[in-house]
């Protein structure tokens, strides 16, 4: 298949091919008490050789997102193309093909690995799916190995328990190597690592992006680590995008309300979002969310509008969206930022 790369300016002007790109990703679960809006209307574009950060509470759509994006299951409505291709035109053979083009890292890393398996033959699980004659297993294994900075002689022989949280990581990173992939999910891959794994984990994953030319997505609940680890962060707020841009743009002048209301809850890396009090503790059921903008039931700042007009993602300034009908201007944005935020001031 002969990608197609699509292209769109980044903000400094270069191009820089879209890798994957969904558009009105919608996920509906059905459950015992009703549909269950888990994602509406989300467009997500990953570019080659850059990290987007997708943040949001426990339950905003995040894992639903990454699902949809590989068809596991695929979205209730929406389309997802890689390279070019519309995976839902795809005849299942076609897909099967496609898909170790996009890898998921997953954040329990003892548990996504088969416990019985050496680290060797467990980075070779790819290489093993599609045999290739010409391809060179060990020497694979030892490169991939290698670059997530585990030496095959020591580590080689090794099984997941006999591996910390952040090597066992690494081992699952080099694995999602081994298939050769154009994407890389990583979902609350350093959330159960002790900081000094964490950091090991996002420089890696920040390297091999950049290295391997990857388009990556990263989801977590952690401003502190997507600080660390994107180029470009999108903000979820039960099921929907508040904002989205640059990373250091948006967290030092967030536009949204909730956003700003994140930003305000985490001054330190690894606290719980929403633990700060500024946020009502927990996000409406998406069994039943509000009319309008979806955050209004937690906004200093909702009016009339907010309940009866959904906020679309508008462009505030070249590269950024905000959905928000009173979007924050930078100095109020920088006064939540320095925890001003209890008091609504307009
Ligand atoms: N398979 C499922 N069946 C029913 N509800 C689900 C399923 N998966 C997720 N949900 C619900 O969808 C919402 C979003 O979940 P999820 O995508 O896992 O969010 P996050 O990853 O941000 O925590 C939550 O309300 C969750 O309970
Ligand atoms: S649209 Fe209204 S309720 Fe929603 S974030 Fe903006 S001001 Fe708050
Ligand atoms: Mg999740």
Redesign the pocket.
């Known amino acids: 298949m002969t990608p197609v790369p699509d292209a769109t300016p980044d903000a400094t002007g270069a191009d820089t091919p879209v890798v994957l790109r969904a558009t009105g990703l919608s ?1 509906v ?3 015992r008490s009703g549909p ?1 809006h ?2 509406s209307g989300v467009d997500v574009e990953l570019r080659e050789r850059h990290t987007l950060a997708l943040v ?12 949809a994006l590989l068809r596991l299951p695929p979205p209730t409505t929406g389309t997802v193309t890689l390279d070019g291709t519309d995976l839902a035109a795809l005849a299942p053979r076609a897909l099967r093909a496609l898909r170790p083009r996009m890898q998921m890292v997953f954040q329990d890393p003892v548990s996504s690995l088969n416990p019985r398996r050496t680290v060797r033959d467990l980075v070779a699980e790819p290489l093993d799916a599609h045999p290739d004659p010409s391809v060179d297993r060990a020497a694979v294994v030892e490169r991939q190995l290698e670059a997530v900075g585990l030496p095959i002689g020591l580590f080689g022989d090794r099984r997941p328990a006999q591996l910390s949280g952040g090597q066992a990581q690494r081992v699952a990173i080099a694995r999602a190597l081994a298939a050769e992939p154009r994407v890389l999910i990583a ?2 891959a350093v959330s159960a690592l002790d900081v000094s794994a964490q950091a090991t984990v996002l420089n890696l994953l920040r390297r091999l992006t950049e290295e391997r030319g990857l388009a990556s997505l990263f ?1 977590s ?1 952690d401003l502190g680590v997507v600080r660390a680890v994107s180029d470009d962060v999108a903000v ?1 707020h039960l ?1 929907r995008l508040c904002e989205q841009g640059p990373t250091e743009e948006v967290l030092a002048a967030p536009a949204h309300p909730y956003t700003a209301a994140l930003l305000a809850a985490v001054p330190e890396p690894g606290r719980p979002l929403g633990d700060s009090g500024l946020l009502p503790a927990d996000p409406p ?2 069994l039943d969310p509000p009319s309008g903008c979806r955050f209004r039931t937690r906004c200093p700042f909702a009016d009339e509008r907010c309940a009866g007009e959904v906020p679309e993602l508008r462009e505030v300034s070249p590269g950024r969206t905000v959905a928000c009908h009173r979007p924050l201007t930078p100095p109020q944005a920088a006064a939540v930022d320095a925890g001003a935020a209890a008091t609504p001031t307009r």
């Open positions: 996920v679960h059905r459950t269950l888990a994602v949001g509470e426990s339950g905003s759509g995040k894992s639903s997102i990454a699902k979902d609350e989801i609940h979820l099921g059921s998406p």
